[in-house]
């Protein structure tokens, strides 16, 4: 099992940049897949950027491509997401996730660990 801790989220305006970390102990190793959700008020949760923990080759929703980078240390045991020119849209709180398979996955119900999530919120 993976523990997952996020902190980072706070207000900012639109246009500028937050960085979320998550902060992982337990199976931090091998076939680990960390992502990252977000969910809006009266909306799904969603994908937003995941990578393996033995990879350097993230993946992305297609709605944050070049503006949400996704990235993690190893040796701290963080994934981090960059997240530059936010717009209003991305207010949302922002959950990462882990699981323990060999492929990668979007979709929230295949990940079985969670962290309690930040909010963001983006003013116009």
């Known amino acids: 099992q993976v523990q997952l801790v996020e902190s980072g989220g706070g207000l900012v305006q639109a246009g500028g940049s937050l960085r979320l970390s998550c902060a992982a102990s337990?199976?931090?190793?091998?076939?680990?897949?960390t992502a990252w959700f977000r969910q809006a008020s009266g909306k799904e949760r969603e994908f937003v950027a995941g990578?393996?923990?033995?990879?350097?080759?993230?993946d992305y929703a297609d709605s944050v491509k070049g503006r949400l980078t996704t990235s993690r240390d190893n040796a701290k045991g963080t994934m981090y997401l960059q997240m530059n020119n936010l717009k209003p849209e991305d207010r949302a709180v922002y959950y990462c996730?882990?699981?323990?398979?060999?492929?990668?996955?979007?979709?929230?119900?295949?990940?079985?660990?969670w962290g309690q999530g930040t909010q963001v919120t983006v003013s116009s």
């Open positions: 337990g199976r931090t190793f091998g076939a680990v897949y």
């Open positions: 990578i393996y923990w033995s990879s350097s080759i993230p």
């Open positions: 996730a882990a699981r323990i398979a060999p492929f990668s996955s979007s979709r929230s119900a295949d990940f079985a660990s």
